[in-house]
T-cell receptor, first 114, second 114 residues
């Protein structure tokens, strides 16, 4: 069965500092990996996805993630945090079957301090 | 292009009642998935419909059911509501073809069971 572990339920950074949100996955088949962001009282917005092409994936709002098969990791980074990045971030995995089912991590709430 | 819409946005019910939630996918999308989000369990997959057929199902009791219409709109129904069913219910749509792997989420329906 697939699973996702997000290390750190809360992460706090200063504005302008590096953002690093950690995600490790477990999958018996080549996975599809995703990062979503959720702002208060809203649905999920896709930041980026890995679908077996380039291992370094660039997303929206300056975010990127690197797929490392040997470490089963897909960490999300942004060089310089902005106040508007404060939100909850979810890592998700999907398998290569015909279903769209996503398995999500528990989420990491990012706080950006001025 | 209009996004995924969910109605109603907020709902208050009492234990034992039943409820129906509606989701209209992005035009041209044939797959609709439903997720339950709670503080304790996080985001959990309920089921996915593709071309009016249930393609995958999560580990929820039979009180949770869904369907999809020929225009791809989907409904989910919860019968005999329990307090623990209080959650944000999110709907996501996608093209549903192998390789598309990009789901777009609606704003959710916030269900409160009293």
């Amino acid at each position: 069965a697939q699973s996702v572990t997000q290390l750190g339920s809360h992460v706090s950074v200063s504005e302008g500092a590096l953002v690093l949100l950690r995600c490790n996955y477990s999958s018996s088949v080549p996975p599809y990996l995703f990062w979503y962001v959720q702002y208060p009282n809203q649905g999920l917005q896709l930041l980026l996805k890995y679908t077996s092409a380039a291992t370094l994936v660039k997303g929206i709002n300056g975010f990127e993630a690197e797929f490392k098969k040997s470490e089963t990791s897909f960490h999300l980074t942004k060089p310089s945090a902005h106040m508007s990045d404060a939100a909850e971030y979810f890592c998700a995995v999907s398998d290569s079957s015909g279903s769209e089912k996503l398995v999500f991590g528990k989420g990491t709430k990012l706080t950006v301090n001025p | 292009k209009a996004g995924v819409t969910q109605t109603p946005r907020y709902l208050i019910k009492t234990r034992g009642q039943q409820v129906t939630l509606s989701c209209s996918p992005i035009s041209g999308h044939r797959s609709v998935s439903w997720y339950q989000q709670t503080p304790g369990q996080g985001l959990q997959f309920l089921f996915e419909y593709f071309s009016e057929t249930q393609r995958n199902k999560g580990n929820f009791p039979g009180r949770f059911s869904g369907r999809q219409f020929s225009n791809s709109r989907s409904e989910m129904n919860v019968s005999t509501l329990e307090l623990g069913d209080s959650a944000l219910y999110l709907c996501a749509s996608s093209h549903g073809h192998v390789g598309s792997r990009e789901q777009f989420f609606g704003p959710g329906t916030r269900l409160t069971v009293l």
